[in-house]
């Protein structure tokens, strides 16, 4: 069996039971097997200080290093008219076909008119359903607008310039935008 050197090290498993560690051994990564006899105490007793080099061996058991993980998916805004202008089912529609598309472009859409159904539940005022909508937008990196008259997608509209998040008007730009 081969030695490690302290350099290749990069991990060691916090639980005191589990006396092993994984090294970076020629780019692949290899579980490091404690050796028998421990110099220090009963198992669990060891600390980083109480190794050396020599306390471990390579053993033929190959670790998979993790994953990267994916990119996020980029956060979407979608505002339209609800209420202002046209009828709610259609404007209804339209925002949720919107959300649909984004997701299979690959985005996170957010779209407040699901609001809608919430508040046949349990009515609320425009301006505290306006203000939960700013919390949202705040954490989206980019928003698209639906055509139609709307007070409230204006003034959506109007923070994303305030917060410097760029705002759409058509989803092949959107989906440009997000792909750089």
Not at 75 to 95: E, H, Q
Request: charge should be neutral.
């Amino acid at each position: 069996m081969s030695k490690f050197k302290v350099g290749d090290l990069v991990y060691m498993n916090v639980a005191p039971d589990l006396r092993y560690r994984v090294a970076k051994v020629n780019g692949q990564y290899m579980k490091l097997e404690r050796l028998e006899g421990n110099r220090n105490g009963p198992p669990g007793s060891f600390t980083d200080d109480d190794e050396k080099e020599s306390d471990y061996s390579l053993s033929a058991t190959k670790v998979h290093a993790p994953s990267p993980s994916p990119p996020s998916p980029k956060r979407v805004y979608i505002a339209g008219p609800m209420f202002s202008s046209g009828r709610l089912t259609k404007n209804l529609n339209d925002g949720i076909t919107m959300y649909h598309l984004l997701i299979s472009a690959g985005l996170a859409p957010y779209l407040p008119h699901f609001g809608v159904y919430a508040d046949t539940l349990q009515p609320r005022e425009e301006a505290e359903w306006l203000a939960l909508d700013k919390v949202w937008l705040a954490q989206c990196q980019a928003m698209i607008r639906l055509p139609g008259v709307s007070k409230g997608a204006d003034l959506e509209e109007q923070w994303c310039k305030e917060l410097g998040i760029p705002v759409f008007y058509y989803l092949a730009d959107l989906i440009t935008w997000s792909k750089k």
